[in-house]
């Protein structure tokens, strides 16, 4: 496994918000057992100002240079946005978590949590890139990333890969669909996105979608 990150500072609203400050602009390549760091790169033609970001103007992300088992971070509207390109693996994993989610078809709260584009089996426009808000929907934590599959602690043996929030244990697949019996209500949000051309995409707008 690899990674890379970066962080900035956001206020504190209580003791389950301190893994808040670990989700701005920050890169995640997962990969084998081994693991190393390095640089992903991240480039936007696109950078609206802070006052804009907050009024919750659109970011444009280059995603030319994500590959396969990473995720890059952006923010919006002051929220941590997951843009994951899935591998085949974590793709075909989907197909076995539907029995054991709250919610596998999306259909709570549809137009807060998930556009129409993306209420289809992989949650997305195109099948291996998931764009969804790293915002646990219980108390507001952001999750961390789980996608080593198989038994470790706080997951199941049979564990298929996605995220797991930290503060109160709730876990979601790699659609970040929530598992049934947990503290989370929903599924992580689907933001509105489209895409401008096959590696850039805009958050924040969904009007070619």
């Not at 890379?4 to 997962?30: C, E, F």
């Not at 950078?47 to 240079?65: F, M």
Request: proline share 9%; with cysteine; charged share 20%.
């Amino acid at each position: 496994m690899t990674q890379s990150s970066q962080a900035s500072a956001v206020p504190a609203s209580g003791p389950v918000d301190t893994s808040k400050r670990n989700w701005i602009l920050t890169t995640a390549a997962v990969g084998g057992a081994g693991a190393a760091a390095v640089a992903v790169p991240f480039v936007s033609t696109f950078q609206p100002s802070e006052r804009a970001k907050a009024a919750g103007a659109a970011v444009e992300v280059d995603i030319s240079a994500l590959k396969p088992g990473e995720k890059l971070t952006v923010e919006w509207r002051g929220k941590p946005v997951w843009i994951i390109k899935r591998t085949p693996e974590q793709l075909e994993s989907l197909k076995k978590t539907e029995a054991q989610l709250a919610d596998p078809k999306s259909e709570r709260n549809p137009a807060e949590l998930t556009p129409a584009y993306a209420r289809n089996a992989n949650r997305s426009i195109k099948p291996e890139v998931l764009v969804a808000v790293g915002i646990c929907s219980h108390l507001g934590c952001s999750p961390i990333d789980k996608f080593q599959t198989g038994a470790q602690p706080s997951l199941p043996d049979d564990w298929g890969g996605g995220f797991l929030c930290p503060c109160h244990g709730s876990t979601f697949d790699m659609a970040g669909r929530v598992f049934k019996n947990k503290p989370a209500p929903d599924n992580l949000e689907v933001p509105p996105h489209m895409y401008l051309s096959d590696n850039k995409l805009v958050i924040g707008e969904d009007k070619k979608a």
